[in-house]
């Protein structure tokens, strides 16, 4: 059977994944084998989401009555029922769930009535609190499946110090990013000098390492030396997977869903205040902002090279008019030749034009040039594929170590 949850937490506390781990020990507690915990990551645009918009899958063999009973029983325990927001969905279920209703969930928008359609079938239990939107995540949950995935080991704090400062030895997470990586990321990010996967919200988490297999993230976390966690549990997941990205083209985006989109660079980068940088981009008629936030740092360097004429392909999350950048792909970045009007060869001022088609006339001496002065400007930005740093990372943006994107069917 599977068994899903979501929406217990609130941004004073908690966390699902917590509570899916504590789950998942009862039940085992209750003589039940959890063969597998799937973390999944649905649309990160969604406006009822507290932090990183996961939820939880169970797979497990018992009892469904009793792992039902179990899970609402921890649900009603743990999850922060003071917070507005917090609208808790449990559902077990003995038969798969349609897989449509999962990538709806991670790329577009569901109704909490699509989910209790889906749920209205037979041999399914599931109860919704308050408003029941936390359906819509367990519902997902228990109908994902991965076309890829990655593995998370999450640590947990021992509630008994949750109200003081994380204990860790920071340094620990760059030597094990060092001895792991490319097989394990995110856990610092080297070139900002931070540790990325320590949260600094009041929730259960300690830390997270991410990686391509569990004996990778084993590895990884075993060099990891920390406060003592209370739990530890590993998921298998669809973060680092890109499972959010749809094809799309400008002019045809949906506010809140996330795209591979081709274009070409049609303004100079703009940096605005706050240190956000912005460029348009175009296809035929149609052009679209994108935006590279402060926070994705070096990574709007790359941006600010850009120029109108680059052939792109843009990566990120169509929000009020605007792509926010999480990845892009540079096609081509020719050397790019400017034309303006030359010096005076009699007088050395800068010459006008003359009219359209008849070259330049000096307005100090008189005298006629005929061709412009070219400026070639070389290009620094190499071909590729450049991406936001781990800081800046969403949970479900494929980092490049683990492969880019395929770019011939978006061109
Ligand atoms: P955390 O990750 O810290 O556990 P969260 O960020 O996952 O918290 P939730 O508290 O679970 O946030 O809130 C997300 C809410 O949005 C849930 O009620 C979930 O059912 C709902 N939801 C998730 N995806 C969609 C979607 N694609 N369309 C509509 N509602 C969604």
Not at 332 to 360: I, M, Q, W, Y
Not at 378 to 392: D, F, I, K
Request: net charge neutral; with cysteine; hydrophobic share 35%.
């Amino acid at each position: 059977m599977r068994i899903g949850i979501d929406d217990t937490d609130s941004p004073a506390g908690m966390c699902t994944t917590y509570l899916g781990a504590v789950l998942a020990a009862r039940l085992r507690d209750e003589g039940m084998l959890v063969d597998r915990a799937l973390l999944v990551r649905l649309n990160p645009n969604v406006i009822w989401k507290t932090r990183g918009n996961a939820a939880i899958c169970l797979e497990a063999s018992g009892d469904a009555e009793t792992a039902f009973a179990v899970a609402c029983r921890t649900v009603e325990e743990l999850a922060d029922f003071s917070c507005d927001m917090t609208n808790p969905g449990v559902v077990v279920s003995q038969s798969p769930l349609p897989v449509e209703f999962y990538r709806k969930a991670v790329q577009g928008f569901c109704e909490t009535a699509e989910a209790l359609a889906i749920l209205a079938q037979e041999g399914v239990l599931f109860r919704g609190y308050k408003n029941c939107r936390g359906l819509i995540g367990a519902t997902a949950a228990v109908a994902s499946s991965f076309d890829d995935s990655t593995w998370e080991l999450l640590a947990y704090r021992d509630p008994s110090l949750r109200d003081t400062p994380r204990t860790v030895d920071k340094e620990s997470f760059f030597v094990s990013e060092q001895a792991t990586f490319p097989h394990t990321w995110d856990t610092v990010d080297t070139v900002n000098g931070v540790v990325v996967c320590v949260p600094h919200t009041p929730d259960p988490v300690l830390f997270g390492i991410r990686g391509e297999s569990p004996s990778w993230v084993r590895k990884a976390r075993d060099l990891i030396s920390s406060e003592r966690p209370l739990l530890e549990q590993l998921f298998l997941t669809n973060q680092g997977t890109d499972a959010h990205l749809m094809p799309g083209s400008i002019g045809h985006l949906r506010e809140g869903c996330s795209y591979l989109v081709p274009g070409r660079v049609a303004s100079c980068p703009v940096t605005g205040r706050g240190g956000h940088v912005s460029f348009l981009i175009s296809e035929g008629a149609e052009t679209v902002r994108c935006m590279a936030y402060e926070p994705t740092k070096g990574f709007r360097d790359i941006v600010r090279k850009l120029l109108p004429g680059d052939i792109l392909i843009v990566a990120g999350s169509y929000k009020q008019g605007t792509i926010n950048l999480e990845k892009l792909f540079v096609r081509s970045a020719p050397d790019h030749v400017r034309e303006r009007a030359p010096l005076c060869p009699v007088c050395g001022k800068r010459v006008t034009s003359a009219g359209r088609n008849k070259g330049f006339k000096c307005r100090s001496c008189s005298s006629r040039s005929h061709l412009p002065e070219r400026t070639t400007i070389s290009r620094s930005l190499q071909p590729g594929w450049y991406e936001v740093p781990p800081t800046a990372r969403r949970h479900l943006a494929k980092p490049l170590c683990r492969g880019s994107p395929p770019v011939e069917s978006h061109i």
